[in-house]
C-alpha cells in the first residue's frame, strides 16, 4: 500500500522500519527535518500546511503527531486542542473518502480517580463506555476529535491507546515501564507510587502489529478500537520489574492519579492477538537495547 505517516516520534520512528518491511511504499510527513535520517521519501513540513493534491496518492495515513501527553497539552492548551482535534479533523476532510484514516486517540478517556488503596479495580471498559468527564486538556482534545469524526469525516479509525512503552529509536523515558527499567538499570532501584493505580499499558511491537493487520481489513471498521496488551497495577508493574532486575522498589509519596483498564476483545478479533510476552522478557528485551538508547540521550 501507499502509505502517508504523519510524525516521526517515538511511535512513528518505530513504526516505520515495520512498515517497509511488510512492503508498504512509506512516505513520512514531519516538520523536523533533522529527525528524518534514514527516512526514503520525506514531506519535511507541518502536516496542517499538505493539501488535497498530497493525500491523492495514499491508500492509508497514519496520524502520531499529537499533542502525545497530559503535561504537554497543559503546557499548552491550546495548542492541544488545535492539534489533536481541529487540525486533525481538517486533514480528516481533505483526504479522500476511499483513503483510510488510522490516528492516535487514547485510552486514558476511560480514567476515573484513585481516591485510596481500598478502592476497587476499574471496570475494564470497552469502545462504547467512555467517560465523559475529561479532566485535563490532552483527554478533552482527544475526545472531542473522537466525537467530531463519527459525524464530520468517514473512513476514520481511532485507536485508544494504552500508555505506549518498551524500546523505540527515539526513546521515551519518562513513560512509566521505560522510567523503571532505566531505574534499575542506572541507579539499582525501582521507585513506585500509587501501587494500587491501574493501567492498560501496550508495547510498541503490539502496536505495530495491531496497525500492520488493520491496514489489510477490506470491511469497514469501527470508528474507535481499544489497543492494549495488558492492564496491571502499577505496583504489580513495578515489582515484576525489580524482581527481572534483581533490585528492590522503593516506595515514593503516593500524588493524585488515574486509574483506567481496557477491554480489547475487538481488537483482538479484527487482528489476532500479539505474541505472548511475560513482563520479565521484555525487560530482557529493553535492556537488550538499553546501552545504544542510552548513549543518544546522553548526546
Not at 78 to 87: E, P, Q, R, S, T
Not at 113 to 118: H, I, Q, T
Request: proline share 6%; aromatic share 8%.
Amino acid at each position: 500500500m501507499n502509505v502517508l505517516l504523519i510524525g516521526f516520534g517515538y511511535i512513528g520512528s518505530y513504526l516505520y522500519p515495520r512498515l517497509t518491511a511488510a512492503g508498504h511504499d512509506v512516505v513520512v510527513c514531519d516538520r523536523r527535518l533533522e529527525g528524518l535520517a534514514g527516512v526514503d521519501a520525506a514531506l519535511p513540513c507541518a502536516y496542517q500546511e499538505l493539501t488535497v493534491k498530497d493525500f491523492r496518492e495514499f491508500d492509508v495515513i497514519l496520524w502520531f503527531a499529537g499533542h502525545s501527553s497530559v503535561p504537554m497539552s497543559i503546557k499548552d492548551p491550546d495548542g492541544a486542542v488545535a492539534n489533536n482535534c481541529l487540525d486533525l479533523l481538517s486533514l480528516a476532510r481533505r483526504k479522500l473518502p476511499q483513503t483510510r484514516l488510522i490516528y492516535a486517540s487514547t485510552g486514558s478517556v476511560y480514567s476515573t480517580e484513585l481516591s485510596d488503596a481500598l478502592s476497587l479495580p476499574p471496570p475494564e471498559l470497552a469502545e462504547n463506555e467512555t467517560k465523559l468527564s475529561p479532566v485535563n486538556p490532552y483527554d478533552c482534545s482527544k475526545i472531542s476529535f473522537d466525537a467530531l469524526a463519527r459525524c464530520f469525516a468517514s473512513n476514520v479509525v481511532g485507536l485508544r491507546l494504552g500508555t505506549v512503552c518498551g524500546y523505540g529509536p527515539k526513546l521515551r523515558a519518562e513513560l512509566i515501564f521505560n522510567a523503571m527499567n532505566r531505574s534499575a538499570i542506572e541507579r539499582r532501584f525501582v521507585p513506585v507510587a500509587n501501587v494500587h493505580a491501574w493501567r492498560s499499558i501496550l508495547f510498541l511491537d503490539d502496536l505495530a502489529h495491531y496497525v500492520l493487520a488493520l491496514m489489510e481489513v477490506r470491511d469497514a471498521l469501527p470508528q474507535i478500537i481499544n489497543a492494549g496488551t495488558q492492564n496491571v497495577t502499577i505496583g504489580e508493574l513495578a515489582l515484576a520489574i525489580a524482581d527481572f532486575h534483581g533490585v528492590p522498589t522503593v516506595r515514593q509519596p503516593d500524588a493524585k492519579t488515574y486509574s483506567f483498564r481496557m477491554n480489547c476483545d475487538q481488537m483482538r478479533a479484527l487482528c489476532g492477538p500479539p505474541r505472548s510476552v511475560s513482563i520479565a522478557q521484555r525487560c530482557k528485551e529493553f535492556s537488550a537495547s538499553y546501552p545504544a538508547c542510552h548513549v543518544e540521550l546522553a548526546s
